[in-house]
T-cell receptor
Framework: AQSVTQPDIHITVSEGASLELRCNYS??????LFWYVQSPGQGLQLLLK??????LVQGIKGFEAEFKRSQSSFNLRKPSVHWSDAAEYFC???????????FGQGTTLQVKP | EPEVTQTPSHQVTQMGQEVILRCVPI?????FYWYRQILGQKVEFLVS????????KSEIFDDQFSVERPDGSNFTLKIRSTKLEDSAMYFC?????????????FGPGTRLTVT
């Protein structure tokens, strides 16, 4: 069955430090991959997506993610974290043509001043 | 910037009651979705809707659930007889002006509390 794993449930980084959130997926073909962010009390905002082509994709708010087929991974990165980045981050996969999203468990990011 | 809206933001209901959660998708989108997130758990797909019919549904989406697009703007999720375990945040999403339905935009959610 298709699945998405985010190994880190909670991550704390200092403001200005770099960030990498991990995501692994289990799917036979190359799926469509997404990262969403959820701030407290807010809905899910799309950060970036990968459909095909260049495996390094740029998103909003200075985030980027790299698709690595050999590792079935789609890790999210940011070179310098801001306090406003504190939120929950979800990796997601679309395995079917109806667009159904399968989400990972989420990673909560805390930013220390 | 166009956005998905949902009402109400919080709904409290008693077990066994019917609830209707409302969503206004982005106006030119063609694909519509409901997801839910039980507190502390992952976001789960419930149902997708395209061309006025359900295109896919999860095992969660049993006979107690139904969806409707009653007019050109609203998309509703009805739970016929709520259970305690239906307490969750329900998200509506919409996508797709063309071939790709995959870039989904989410509403802020409705928190449903069943007592």
């Amino acid at each position: 069955a298709q699945s998405v794993t985010q190994p880190d449930i909670h991550i704390t980084v200092s403001e200005g430090a770099s960030l990498e959130l991990r995501c692994n997926y289990s799917y036979g073909a190359t799926p469509y991959l997404f990262w969403y962010v959820q701030s407290p009390g807010q809905g899910l905002q799309l950060l970036l997506k990968y459909f095909s082509g260049d495996t390094l994709v740029q998103g909003i708010k200075g985030f980027e993610a790299e698709f690595k087929r050999s590792q079935s991974s789609f890790n999210l990165r940011k070179p310098s974290v801001h306090w406003s980045d504190a939120a929950e981050y979800f990796c997601a996969v679309v395995p079917s043509n109806t667009g159904k999203l399968i989400f990972g468990q989420g990673t909560t990011l805390q930013v220390k001043p | 910037e166009p956005e998905v809206t949902q009402t109400p933001s919080h709904q409290v209901t008693q077990m066994g009651q019917e609830v209707i959660l409302r969503c206004v998708p982005i106006s030119n989108h063609l694909y519509f979705y409901w997801y839910r997130q039980i507190l502390g758990q992952k976001v789960e797909f419930l149902v997708s809707f395209y061309n006025n019919e359900i295109s896919e549904k999860s095992e969660i989406f049993d006979d107690q659930f139904s969806v409707e697009r009653p007019d050109g703007s609203n998309f509703t999720l009805k739970i016929r007889s709520t259970k305690l375990e239906d307490s969750a945040m329900y998200f509506c999403a919409s996508a797709g002006t063309g071939l790709l339905p995959y870039e989904q935009y989410f509403g802020p959610g409705t928190r449903l509390t069943v007592t």
